[in-house]
């Protein structure tokens, strides 16, 4: 495989923005490798508006499994890319902040962001 700089810029670019606090969705094209219920998992995390949170409970409900709050935190945690698609915002039914690849730290830091530059 070859790098395609035009593409590495536009990534970076839509990051560059989110860091800034001007984008708080990313418009990337993505090919994602996983199981249909990764996939489903996955495509529901994009829903969650920037600056809010769901729980892991209310995730499996979206996704039509209201008993596999496990089963989506497993996905979750499987996710490829982590800030594209925001499973940082998926916490603990009581609120806390759970389960996340970066560690808890990262996980407490982008959300604080989210919600201080939600509009």
Same mark, same amino acid.
């Given at each position: 495989?070859?790098?395609?700089?035009?593409?590495? @810029? &536009?990534?970076?670019?839509?990051?560059? @923005?989110?860091?800034?606090?001007?984008?708080?969705?990313?418009? #990337?094209?993505?090919?994602?490798?996983?199981?249909? &219920?990764?996939?489903?998992?996955? *495509? @529901?995390?994009?829903? !969650?508006? &920037?600056?809010?949170? !769901?729980?892991? %409970?209310? #995730?499996?409900?979206?996704?039509?499994? /209201?008993?596999?709050?496990?089963?989506?935190?497993?996905? *979750?945690?499987?996710?490829?890319?982590?800030? !594209?698609?925001?499973?940082?915002?998926?916490?603990?039914?009581?609120?806390?902040?759970?389960?996340?690849?970066?560690?808890? /730290?990262?996980?407490?830091? #982008?959300?604080?962001?989210?919600? %201080? *530059?939600?509009?």
């Amino acid at each position: 495989m070859t790098r395609d700089d035009h593409k590495v @810029e &536009f990534v970076a670019r839509q990051i560059r @923005e989110y860091q800034q606090g001007k984008r708080v969705n990313f418009d #990337l094209p993505m090919h994602l490798y996983g199981t249909p &219920f990764q996939i489903k998992v996955w *495509n @529901e995390l994009c829903h !969650i508006p &920037f600056g809010e949170t !769901i729980s892991y %409970q209310t #995730l499996a409900t979206r996704v039509g499994n /209201p008993n596999a709050s496990r089963a989506v935190g497993a996905a *979750n945690g499987n996710n490829p890319v982590s800030l !594209i698609i925001p499973c940082h915002r998926v916490i603990g039914s009581d609120g806390s902040l759970t389960g996340y690849e970066g560690g808890i /730290p990262i996980k407490e830091k #982008l959300l604080a962001f989210e919600k %201080q *530059n939600a509009g």
